[in-house]
């Protein structure tokens, strides 16, 4: 059984940074595409990133280009998120994904989620 672990959310000011990082247990990242989603109140859940399984390539939402950083340790088995200059609209849940596509976008071609970690963003 796959267990996705997110950390790394919580409640800062518009501006600010954070990073979330996601291991697993039961399976290793290697292989495999990763990514993150994310959800928030009453809207469906959209594509943030994806990094590609050796991490040479990686896809970004246009409303995150330029301010996050999708990046992978597979020594470590962890995804990270790095997220820089957070505004309002980024607070959401936020889900980091396993696929057996290369570069996760659409929500079919998850196979794995995390529970999810709540980021809070205040003005």
């Known amino acids: 059984q796959v267990q996705l672990v997110e950390i790394g959310g919580g409640l800062v000011q518009a501006g600010d940074s954070l990073r979330l990082s996601c291991t697993a247990s039961g399976r290793t990242f290697t292989g495999y595409g990763l990514g993150w989603w994310r959800q928030a109140p009453g809207k469906e859940r959209e594509f943030v990133a994806s990094i590609s399984p050796i991490g040479s390539m990686t896809q970004y939402a246009d409303s995150v280009k330029g301010r996050f950083t999708v990046s992978r340790d597979n020594a470590k088995n962890t995804l990270y998120l790095q997220m820089d200059r957070l505004i309002r609209d980024d607070t959401a849940i936020y889900f980091c994904?396993?696929?057996?596509?290369?570069?996760?976008?659409?929500?079919?071609?998850?196979?794995?989620w995390g529970q999810g970690t709540q980021v809070t963003v205040s003005s």
């Open positions: 994904a396993q696929s057996f596509y290369p570069q996760p976008e659409k929500l079919k071609q998850v196979d794995y």
